[in-house]
């Protein structure tokens, strides 16, 4: 079984200033892992991906991310965010089940961005 | 560029009213999946199909049944609503290993459906 867990469920930060979100995982084969972001009334859209190779990842809107299988981690940084940052942001883990991908999601981190 | 389109966008039940959330996608993607998210708890995957003529359970089934009409849609039912299944549900395809290429990874969602059960 795998599962993925987001130590913080809320990151509240001042504008220009940097991030973290943190995201650990579960599992007993390989893995690939992302971070989706979720704004107000929206559905979820992919910020980033680890598949294979780099293990730093970068995405949109200036976001990256770290694979490190020691620890199991796969945590989101952003050096410098911006009010229209502010949003959910998902880590999730993938395994292929009958030709098909099946996420797991951990349970989200919620990004407010202060001015 | 639609994407995933899903129908309807809220909608309130009464207990053991049933009702059908629609989904359509036009990427030509094999695999499709319906996902609830509760808060506290992340998305939670309820059905997919992988392929056209396929479905199978995911991690939250109960009182939910699926069908994959063909390619583009996937629906899913509620025979017998219940407050527990007061939700935002989610569709969301992407193209099959078959297909090829690093996409077969990642998940195109639609809008959302607001559900609420009374």
């Known amino acids: 079984a795998q599962s993925v867990t987001q130590l913080d469920s809320q990151v509240p930060v001042f504008e220009e200033a940097p991030v973290e979100l943190r995201c650990n995982y579960s599992s007993s084969v390989s893995v690939y892992l992302f971070w989706y972001v979720q704004y107000p009334n929206q559905g979820l859209q992919l910020l980033l991906k680890?598949?294979?190779?780099?293990?730093l990842v970068k995405g949109i809107n200036g976001f990256e991310a770290e694979f490190n299988k020691s620890q199991t981690s796969f945590h989101l940084r952003k050096p410098s965010v911006h009010i229209s940052d502010t949003a959910e942001y998902f880590c999730a883990v993938n395994r292929f089940a009958g030709g098909g991908n099946k996420l797991t999601f951990g349970t989200g981190t919620q990004l407010k961005v202060e001015l | 560029n639609a994407g995933v389109t899903q129908t309807p966008k809220f909608q309130v039940l009464k207990t053991g009213q049933s009702m059908t959330l629609q989904c359509a996608q036009d990427?030509?993607?094999?695999?499709m999946y319906w996902y609830r998210q509760d808060p506290g708890m992340g998305l939670r995957l309820i059905y997919y199909s992988a392929s056209e003529g396929t479905t199978d359970k995911g991690e939250v089934p109960n009182g939910y049944n699926v069908s994959r009409l063909n390619k583009r849609e996937f629906s899913l039912r509620l025979e017998s609503a219940a407050p527990s299944q007061t939700s935002v549900y989610f569709c969301?395809?992407?193209?099959?290993?078959?297909?090829?290429?690093?996409?077969?990874?990642?998940?195109?969602f639609g809008a959302g459906s607001r559900l609420t059960v009374l």
């Open positions: 990427m030509n993607h094999n695999s």
């Open positions: 969301a395809s992407s193209e099959s290993p078959r297909q090829g290429g690093t996409g077969a990874n990642v998940l195109t």
């Open positions: 680890y598949l294979s190779g780099s293990t």
